[in-house]
Nanobody, 126 residues
Framework: QVQLVESGGGLVQAGGSLRLSCAASGRIFSSYAMGWFRQAPGKEREFVATINWSGLSTYYADSVKGRFTISRDNSKNTVYLQMNSLKPEDTAVYYC???????????????????WGQGTQVTVSS
């Protein structure tokens, strides 16, 4: 069983930046794809970005492409989400989750992810 703990959220003005971290406990973190998702009040949880087990392949939602960057450090069992040029519509609780093992086919489908973290709040003021 893998436990995921997100951190790095906070309040930022529009145009600002934040870096989220997701630390994983347990072994074989490096075997799995990892994903970031978000859920705004009154809305369904949505896909943000995903990265494959090696870190060489990434995939982003159109709404964040060019502004957000997902990365991972397998030696630290941590995945990151660098968020630049933040907009008020980016306000949400951000979650990380574990994706499929040893895959080069990245998916935005939430049903393919498990071991969800507790989330970290990101608030972008206008």
């Amino acid at each position: 069983q893998v436990q995921l703990v997100e951190s790095g959220g906070g309040l930022v003005q529009a145009g600002g930046s934040l870096r989220l971290s997701c630390a994983a406990s347990g072994r074989i973190f490096s075997s799995y794809a990892m994903g970031w998702f978000r859920q705004a009040p009154g809305k369904e949880r949505e896909f943000v970005a995903t990265i494959n087990w090696s870190g060489l392949s990434t995939y982003y939602a159109d709404s964040v492409k060019g502004r957000f960057t997902i990365s991972r450090d397998n030696s630290k069992n941590t995945v990151y989400l660098q968020m630049n040029s933040l907009k008020p519509e980016d306000t949400a609780v951000y979650y990380c989750a574990r994706g499929p093992v040893y895959t080069s086919v990245l998916t935005p489908d939430l049903r393919q992810y498990d071991n969800w973290g507790q989330g970290t709040q990101v608030t972008v003021s206008s």
